[in-house]
């Protein structure tokens, strides 16, 4: 009995570690060069926007806030996808950068 509580807590706690990888680039993307209203229409919208020294923006999303309709339907919304998207003054995403990397975020990033 012990032996099998000790493999069902082993197992219980590699699912559920996250490991989390430094901070990554992304080179392609649907929303890269688009208009950032684009990426919040099919993802929902960013939580925090913090303002650049070329008139843009430094936007940051997470894939479990702003879409509240995907949130109430999902229960497993940890782990989440992280993503930081830098706009320049017209708003257009000039580089999209992973935060926190799941597999949701291949999803928001088609």
């Not at 890269?32 to 999303?61: I, Q, T, V």
């Not at 997470?62 to 989440?80: E, F, Q, T, V």
């Amino acid at each position: 009995m012990k032996k099998i509580i000790l493999i069902i807590t082993i197992f219980l706690t590699g699912c559920a570690t996250n490991y989390s990888v430094a901070p990554q680039d992304v080179t392609k993307s649907l929303y890269l060069n688009k208009h950032l209203s684009k990426f919040e229409m099919d993802n929902g919208f960013c939580y925090k926007r913090e303002p650049l020294a070329n008139g843009g923006y430094k936007n940051y999303w997470r894939s479990d806030k702003g879409n509240i309709l995907a949130n109430a339907l999902s229960w497993d919304s940890y782990p989440y996808c992280e993503l930081e998207l830098d706009t320049n003054k017209a708003g257009i995403v000039e580089r999209i950068k992973i935060l926190e990397d799941d597999i949701k975020c291949a999803y928001a990033l088609k």
